[in-house]
């Protein structure tokens, strides 16, 4: 299995020993960039939280450890958030 299958169906930030999802809780595809295919826990944000979108620590990115990955959500799909580029 190459590192790309062993992302996917993985939820960003979940403990090691159960990285799936979990029921009750509602998730975003993370699509493109360094995160792709990895799955975002969208639960407790807020509609207007949602829409701005996030900034995710990643060591994968541009900018390596202590870089972020900026994702947004889809328009039309909000269960889909889109990469917008790698920050510091």
Known sequence: MDEVEFMRGRVYGADHDNPGPRPGR???QLVGGPLDGLLLD???LTGPECARG???AT???RY???GR???GPRPGDP???D???DVP
């Open 64 to 66: 390596g450890p202590g």
């Open 69 to 71: 990955s900026a994702y």
């Open 42 to 44: 969208i639960t407790d």
């Open 79 to 81: 269960r889909s958030f």
């Open 59 to 61: 060591e994968i990115g």
């Open 26 to 28: 509602v998730y975003a």
């Open 54 to 56: 996030v900034s995710l």
């Open 83 to 85: 990469w917008r580029g």
